[in-house]
């Protein structure tokens, strides 16, 4: 759901001009249509692009990789004619879970549009920070990142009907109807290309899910954080689920999409939504402990959710200020292997502030 982060509802460039109060909010009945919507709608406070999957080299060991654009619509005046007044905010995370290094290779970026630094065009996706982007050609999604110590060049291309969350795409996130998304996912993508790790480039193949979100209502001042699970599921089925959490840990909302194999849809309510915390796991930089493994009822489905490894603890404090957990995950049911994917735990340190 991400998401990935809520926490960029409130992001803000401090200046000294009036702010804007005129973000659209989200409304049911407003359907998402593609491919229009795959574009940046850049009235909205708060958007992202959010690709995640699972890549095997030759050696068939296995990889996590997350590559997400955010945009922010600042609050500053929109009458400036200076160049340097947009108020458009691009920020971008992307990361590597490498278990056989015990290690998580990430990096991040921030940039006001403009100047052909950053931008995100509208009617297609083609988003873009620097030498980052995350682009459409010919039908294939393209992601290109050349970090300082690692990189990614990755063809993602659609094998599946895009899967509206929610009501044709409005998807509610708390009690009252405002505080709600926009909200789809592309599961099942076919990946393949490169990843670079130091000076060692390693041909991948790998499914991904791409997550594309836009809102103008921040959670309610009642939720602290949430947990989050998109799977590409064995049969061909897709299922992505996810709770609010308030301050007591309790559920404040849940929800979910479930698709099966022969391509029924099943929108799930707050009820059928059920995450059980098990074994947790503490960072060793920020001290914040997570829960990274689970059980998720959802719907009809069962599963144990199991992390690729612990450590997948991201730092974006230097650009949207949260630390949170993001990381692949393998889900089993009886037993067996029955997809894969990632999962997102936030507001497990300090709760996530809207200024």
């Known amino acids: 759901m991400r998401r990935a982060l809520w926490l960029l509802a409130g992001w803000a460039v401090a200046a000294a001009a009036t702010p804007v109060v005129d973000y659209p909010p989200v409304r049911p009945g407003v359907a998402v249509a593609l491919p229009a919507d795959a574009g940046a709608?850049?009235?909205?406070?708060?958007?992202?692009?959010?690709?995640?999957?699972?890549?095997?080299?030759?050696?068939?060991g296995?990889?996590?990789?997350?590559?997400?654009?955010?945009?922010?619509r600042a609050t500053l005046r929109?009458?400036?004619?200076?160049?340097?007044?947009?108020?458009?905010?691009?920020?971008?995370?992307?990361?590597?879970?490498d278990p056989a290094r015990g290690r998580l290779w990430h990096d991040q970026r921030v940039a006001r549009a403009g100047?052909?630094?950053?931008?995100?065009?509208?009617g297609r996706t083609d988003v873009h920070l620097r030498d980052w982007s995350l682009s459409t050609r010919d039908g294939r999604l393209q992601a290109r990142i050349a970090a300082e110590d690692f990189g990614l060049t990755l063809t993602l291309e659609p094998r599946q009907a895009p899967l509206y969350n929610g009501r044709d795409g409005y998807s509610q996130k708390g009690p009252a109807a405002g505080s709600a998304s926009y909200y789809y996912s592309l599961p099942g993508l076919a990946v393949h290309g490169q990843v670079r790790r130091g000076a060692q480039v390693l041909a991948v193949t790998g499914s991904a899910w791409l997550d594309h979100e836009w809102s103008s209502s921040p959670l309610d001042e009642a939720s602290v954080g949430w947990d989050w699970v998109g799977l590409n599921l064995d049969d061909g089925g897709a299922l992505m689920a996810f709770r609010i959490r308030d301050r007591e840990g309790h559920v404040r909302w849940a929800g979910g999409t479930w698709r099966a194999a022969d391509g029924r849809v099943q929108v799930l309510a707050p009820a059928e939504v059920a995450f059980t915390a098990g074994r947790r796991?503490?960072?060793?930089?920020?001290?914040?402990?997570?829960?990274?493994?689970?059980?998720?009822a959802a719907?009809?489905?069962?599963?144990?959710l199991t992390p690729l490894m612990d450590d997948q603890e991201s730092d974006s404090r230097q650009?949207?200020?949260?630390?949170?957990w993001e990381g692949a995950i393998e889900a089993q049911a009886d037993g067996r292997?029955?997809?894969?994917g990632y999962l997102e735990l936030t507001g497990y340190g300090d709760r996530l502030k809207f200024r």
């Open 41 to 60: 709608h850049p009235d909205f406070r708060t958007e992202w692009w959010y690709v995640t999957g699972w890549l095997a080299g030759p050696d068939g």
């Open 62 to 72: 296995p990889l996590g990789f997350q590559v997400t654009f955010f945009r922010t």
């Open 78 to 97: 929109r009458d400036n004619p200076s160049a340097f007044a947009s108020d458009q905010v691009l920020i971008a995370h992307v990361a590597v879970s």
């Open 115 to 122: 100047f052909g630094l950053a931008d995100a065009a509208m």
């Open 281 to 296: 796991w503490r960072s060793p930089r920020t001290g914040i402990g997570y829960p990274v493994q689970w059980h998720l």
């Open 299 to 304: 719907g009809p489905l069962s599963l144990t």
């Open 319 to 324: 650009s949207t200020g949260a630390v949170y």
């Open 337 to 340: 292997r029955f997809g894969r």
